[in-house]
T-cell receptor, first 115, second 112 residues
Framework: NAGVTQTPKFQVLKTGQSMTLQCAQD?????MYWYRQDPGMGLRLIYY???????DKGEVPNGYNVSRLNKREFSLRLESAAPSQTSVYFC??????????????FGPGTRLLVL | GQQVMQIPQYQHVQEGEDFTTYCNSS?????IQWYKQRPGGHPVFLIQ?????EVKKQKRLTFQFGEAKKNSSLHITATQTTDVGTYFC????????????FGAGTTVTVRA
């Protein structure tokens, strides 16, 4: 099993350009997430999807859109990139354990630089 | 929703020494999880604590959940260079919200 995969691994954009970050998981998980990681700020939730066909905003959704294409895939789109969106983006998936929390499995990340 | 705070933000350790990193929540947690992220890597799940006062060990790592379920600690004994990385704690955002709120992490460097 590949777990959670993300493409691309690195990307450089100019301000105003658009792009889509792809994420796929092969663990049959219902929940999927997009986080951004900036120095000293930990992981901040951008959007999440509790199940196929549903998406909801997290802490920092402005400037982003998402699509839960099917159970496996969850994409993140930047419509008009800004330098403030320079960050490392992680996709994660999870499945709830009854009585316990949801352990999250992370992809390798996409390192995005917006000039 | 609850917030999770971690201290210290940075920990510089001499190889062979012990250290502890702490995690505090503004509210009672149903469970707490710890993740490790190696430099240039992605967060990887280490452990979950559920019960009040629970202590779990993984080799040289000891994880503890406070009696009030509002704080947790990670103690590493005889630090090795393989312990380098950032350690995050995370707890559910609310009593009916399974999504995780992550602390800012403790970044550990080791002097050989």
């Amino acid at each position: 099993n590949a777990g959670v995969t993300q493409t691309p691994k690195f990307q450089v954009l100019k301000t105003g350009q658009s792009m889509t970050l792809q994420c796929a998981q092969d663990m049959n998980h219902n929940s999927m997430y997009w986080y951004r990681q900036d120095p000293g700020m930990g992981l901040r939730l951008i959007y999440y999807s509790a199940s196929e066909g549903t998406t909801d905003k997290g802490e920092v959704p402005n400037g982003y859109n998402v699509s839960r294409l099917n159970k496996r895939e969850f994409s993140l789109r930047l419509e008009s990139a800004a330098p403030s969106q320079t960050s490392v983006y992680f996709c994660a998936s999870s499945e709830r354990d009854r009585g316990l929390g949801e352990t999250q499995y992370f992809g390798p990340g996409t390192r995005l630089l917006v000039l | 929703g609850q917030q999770v705070m971690q201290i210290p933000q940075y920990q510089h350790v001499q190889e062979g020494e012990d250290f502890t990193t702490y995690c505090n929540s503004s509210t009672t947690l149903s469970n707490i999880q710890w993740y490790k992220q190696r430099p240039g890597g992605h967060p990887v799940f280490l452990i979950q604590l559920v019960k009040s006062g629970e202590v779990k060990k993984q080799k040289r790592l000891t994880f503890q959940f406070g009696e009030a379920k509002k704080n947790s600690s990670l103690h590493i004994t005889a630090t090795q260079t393989t312990d380098v990385g950032t350690y995050f704690c995370a707890g559910p955002r609310g009593s009916n919200d399974y999504k995780l709120s992550f602390g800012a992490g403790t970044t550990v460097t080791v002097r050989a």
